[in-house]
């Protein structure tokens, strides 16, 4: 019979998980900017097949590895062991690993991972899911959206964020929604993530007998579905963009369709400014702001990702390429 693992010489893993712009990137960026003393390997999978949210993470000294066109949970869990693998081999460089999933994703088979795979169960800990839950969007999300349930019911730690844009009372609603998916996680409420990050990391919060008792077939089902109606396409421009054409179609584009548009984000280059412009939005609420200069060398691609339902990807692509510069 092996040895059991030391838990002192096993690597914390934190999951990082969240429907489509809940605020996980938002989050992953105050982790890896605070000066808490402790470095993180990062692993990022967006769902699509560009990617993005590399570019939204902050410039740091993490190994960030991003994965593309495939869910977590799905076709790339393979890709999950192998780089989980490889950073066992540069075990000094870090002392903790942070996986943020794509907003579509079940946690449930990627905490499966650091069960079922020995190399990884004999190496890593799962310490804590942690799940971000947009407060606004919440409800809506419960209703079409089976993976919002999911990642509140797997949940360790769930951080309650844009409370801002909710009453009180639709604030104590959204708390009785949750409560009645996950009666245990704790609770942190948040504006822009704002947690402390003592209060997420190395928390040795995981139980997995308590999620035995909710999924008995946890360490043997291989079963997960996405909706089948939502959809990712992405989209890249050459030339500059004119910021002017670009607001104006976009702001147009997000008050036709919003409702369908669950997450759109982009990293843009706009004409005569030599930073990367972030424009992110959830449904029809959209922000954006520079991010530092692209880089000497870098080729200055726009790209931008939507995410949802009934996209329409010729009149999109057709939008988008008529925001360049002429």
């Known amino acids: 019979?092996?040895?059991?693992?030391?838990?002192?010489?096993?690597?914390?893993?934190?999951?990082?998980?969240?429907?489509?712009?809940?605020?996980?990137?938002?989050?992953?960026?105050?982790?890896?900017?605070?000066?808490?003393?402790?470095?993180?390997?990062?692993?990022?999978?967006?769902?699509?097949?560009?990617?993005?949210?590399?570019?939204?993470?902050?410039?740091?000294?993490?190994?960030?590895?991003?994965?593309?066109?495939?869910?977590?949970?799905?076709?790339?869990?393979?890709?999950?062991?192998?780089?989980?693998?490889?950073?066992?081999?540069?075990?000094?460089?870090?002392?903790?690993i942070i996986i943020e999933t794509t907003g579509l994703a079940n946690p449930a088979p990627v905490a499966q991972t650091f069960f079922v795979d020995d190399t990884v169960k004999e190496k890593t800990r799962l310490d804590a899911i942690v799940t971000v839950v947009d407060a606004k969007h919440l409800p809506q999300r419960l209703l079409d959206s089976h993976e919002a349930a999911d990642q509140l019911a797997f949940a360790d730690v769930i951080v309650l964020n844009k409370i801002d844009l909710v009453t009180p009372d639709e604030l104590?609603?959204?708390?009785?929604?949750?409560?009645?998916?996950?009666?245990?996680?704790?609770?942190?409420?948040?504006?822009?993530?704002?947690?402390?990050?003592?209060?997420?990391?190395?928390?040795?919060?995981?139980?997995?007998?308590?999620?035995?008792?909710?999924?008995?077939?946890?360490?043997?089902?291989?079963e997960h579905e996405h909706n089948d109606d939502i959809a990712s396409m992405s989209f890249e421009a050459k030339k500059p963009i004119d910021p002017e054409r670009f607001n104006a179609w976009m702001g147009a584009l997000l008050a036709e369709q919003g409702g369908n548009l669950l997450r759109t984000k982009g990293i843009l280059s706009y004409e005569g400014d030599d930073r990367r412009f972030a424009f992110q939005a959830v449904h029809m609420i959209a922000d954006g702001d520079f991010i530092g200069p692209w880089k000497e060398g870098e080729e200055r691609t726009s790209r931008i990702v939507f995410i949802g339902r009934n996209l329409n990807r010729p009149q999109l692509r057709r939008g988008f390429e008529s925001c360049q510069a002429i």
Do not use: W
């Open 172 to 222: 104590a609603a959204v708390e009785v929604q949750i409560r009645k998916i996950n009666k245990f996680a704790k609770i942190h409420y948040s504006t822009k993530s704002n947690v402390p990050i003592a209060e997420l990391l190395n928390q040795g919060a995981f139980d997995l007998n308590r999620v035995l008792v909710h999924t008995p077939d946890f360490l043997t089902s291989d």
């Open 1 to 96: 019979m092996a040895e059991a693992a030391n838990p002192a010489d096993q690597v914390p893993v934190t999951v990082l998980t969240g429907y489509l712009g809940a605020g996980k990137t938002t989050l992953l960026n105050r982790i890896l900017s605070e000066n808490h003393g402790q470095k993180y390997a990062v692993v990022i999978n967006e769902f699509g097949e560009l990617g993005v949210d590399n570019d939204l993470v902050v410039d740091t000294d993490e190994e960030v590895f991003e994965m593309n066109n495939g869910c977590i949970c799905c076709t790339v869990r393979g890709d999950l062991i192998r780089i989980v693998g490889g950073l066992m081999k540069r075990r000094d460089k870090f002392d903790g």
